[in-house]
Nanobody
Framework: QGQLVESGGGLVQAGESLRLSCTAS????????VGWYRQAPGKQRDMVAG???????TYTDSVKGRFTVSGDITENTVYLQMNSLKPEDTAVYYC?????????WGQGTQVTVSA
């Protein structure tokens, strides 16, 4: 239904890439807003990318040109391709889907980028 599971995080060196996946149990991405967020220790949770099928994705300035969000709606999965990773990208990454006025969140996946 509304269960979200993120995966794909890990430990990489600066300049390398990771691809995160957010998979839903049920078809909930087809007509709803999906956001990728990240939260570093001691920091607020910030949106890094937004996705809605049929719309142009949006990105925060700090990741433009490096991150790409896409969706495979038939597989109930949204991706976040992260290239040219920097140490400041280190955070727990979450996906969230907004259905009406209710938000669903995944458990998060850790991304660590070493210098």
């Amino acid at each position: 239904q509304g269960q979200l599971v993120e995966s794909g995080g890990g430990l990489v060196q600066a300049g390398e890439s990771l691809r995160l996946s957010c998979t839903a149990s049920g078809s909930i991405f087809s007509a709803n807003f999906v956001g990728w967020y990240r939260q570093a220790p001691g920091k607020q949770r910030d949106m890094v990318a937004g996705f809605m099928q049929g719309r142009t994705p949006t990105y925060t300035d700090s990741v433009k040109g490096r991150f790409t969000v896409s969706g495979d709606i038939t597989e109930n999965t949204v991706y976040l391709q992260m290239n040219s990773l920097k140490p400041e990208d280190t955070a727990v990454y979450y996906c969230s889907v907004l259905i009406g006025s209710r938000s669903y969140w995944g458990q998060g996946t850790q991304v660590t980028v070493s210098a």
